[in-house]
C-alpha cells in the first residue's frame, strides 16, 4: 500500500496504464508557472508523481520569487490532466494561481527532475 496515495501496488499499476491509454496523442509542451506557498512543502516531489502516472517526461524547480515552474511535454489530454491536479485542493503547500503556455513539444526530455 501506498502511504500517499493509499492504493496497492497493482492498483497503482492497472490505474497507470489506464491514464496513459486514455492520454494518448500529439505530444505538446506546457510551462506552468505555480504560485503561492509551494516552496518547501513537497510541491515538486507531488508533482513528480503525479505527472509520471500520467506518463509524461519534464521538470518542477523553484524560482528565486517563491514561484515553482513546472515544464512537461506528452499529449495534450496528459498535460490538461495534470493542469487541472495543480489547480485542485490537495495540492502540497497552497496554489492560488497557475499561469500556463502551451507549445509543440521539443523532445528533449527524460524523465522527470526535481530541481
Known amino acids: 500500500m501506498n502511504w500517499f496515495t493509499g492504493r496497492s501496488a497493482g492498483q497503482q499499476d492497472a490505474s497507470a496504464k489506464?491514464?496513459?491509454s486514455e492520454h494518448s496523442g500529439p505530444a505538446v509542451r506546457m510551462t506552468a508557472w505555480v504560485h503561492?506557498?509551494?516552496q518547501g512543502v513537497g510541491f515538486r516531489w507531488?508533482?513528480?508523481s503525479r505527472a509520471l502516472e500520467l506518463g509524461l517526461v519534464g521538470s518542477?524547480?523553484?524560482l528565486l520569487d517563491g514561484r515553482v515552474e513546472v515544464?512537461?511535454?506528452g499529449p495534450q489530454a496528459a498535460c490538461d490532466d495534470l493542469l487541472r491536479q495543480l489547480k485542485a485542493a490537495g495540492t502540497p503547500g497552497r496554489v492560488?494561481?497557475?499561469e500556463?503556455?502551451?507549445s509543440d513539444a521539443r523532445g528533449e526530455l527524460r524523465g522527470f527532475i526535481e530541481r
Open 18 to 20: 489506464k491514464e496513459k
Open 36 to 38: 503561492g506557498m509551494v
Open 46 to 48: 507531488w508533482t513528480r
Open 60 to 62: 518542477a524547480k523553484n
Open 71 to 73: 515544464v512537461v511535454e
Open 96 to 98: 492560488d494561481h497557475v
Open 100 to 102: 500556463v503556455s502551451f
